[in-house]
């Protein structure tokens, strides 16, 4: 079955740059998305096509892709984004939909 | 606006059956794939499947083919989620998500989740 991996946890403090990276083989060719979902919430899609933002997600917020791995990049992080972040993607075929098995960020 | 509006906490024996529901509104209900999302307790998201409310189309994650039953009552905008014998490892939070039919099928708008609970 196909697979999309992600570090567990990532840690920076208030103001620096977040950057949590999903490797997978079909990323080449395929795009992904990624959701943030905090403590007892329900997640929220903050990126979308690689690199494109839904509305009312702040321009911290950004997508790039190079090769089997995408990377969503927090600049200026705040302690309000602490959350985990889950990559989404699909395998090769465009059959079978996963997400990754998720990064905690922590902000402090 | 969009809302899915997903029903209430379920505590279940295993063995039991059970059925969870998701409503939607604020968009045309038959024109995107509403799709489930289980989250055990203290994991990650896990792609379930999905049905298109046009034309009752579903699509299963191989995981989960043939463990749960994805339906729509496009009448009433409701998707629903359905077990005919529950187990413990069907414990989690189950989210129903609208999914945006872009250059792939993704998760768009989500449910508030459904918290399943089975346990004798």
């Known amino acids: 079955s196909y697979e999309l991996t992600q570090p567990p946890s990532v840690s920076v403090s208030p103001g620096q740059t977040a950057r949590i990276t999903c490797s997978g083989d079909a990323l080449p060719k395929k795009f992904a998305s990624w959701y943030q979902q905090k403590s007892g919430q329900a997640p929220v899609l903050v990126i979308y096509?690689?690199?494109k933002r839904p509305s009312g997600i702040p321009e911290r917020f950004s997508g790039s892709s190079s090769g089997t791995m995408v990377t969503l990049t927090i600049n200026g992080a705040q302690v309000d984004d602490e959350a985990d972040y889950y990559c989404?993607?699909?395998?090769?075929?465009?059959?079978?939909?996963?997400f990754g098995g998720g990064t905690k960020l922590t902000v402090l | 606006e969009v809302q899915l509006v997903q029903s209430g906490a379920e505590v279940k024996k295993p063995g039991e059956s059970l059925q969870i529901s998701c409503k939607g509104s604020g968009f045309n209900f038959t024109s995107y794939w509403i799709g489930w999302v289980r989250q055990p307790p203290g994991k990650g998201l896990e792609w379930m499947g999905m049905i298109y409310p046009g034309d009752s189309e579903i699509r299963y994650s191989p995981s989960f083919q043939g463990q749960v039953t994805i339906s729509t009552d496009k009448s009433i905008n409701t998707a629903n989620l359905q077990w005919n014998s529950l187990k413990a490892s069907d414990t989690a939070m189950y989210f129903c998500?609208?999914?945006?039919?872009?250059?792939?099928?993704?998760?768009?708008?989500w449910g508030q989740g459904s918290l399943v609970t089975v346990s004798s």
């Open positions: 989404f993607s699909t395998d090769s075929s465009g059959n079978h939909r996963v």
């Open positions: 998500a609208r999914h945006y039919g872009g250059a792939i099928i993704i998760p768009d708008y």
């Open positions: 096509e690689d690199n």
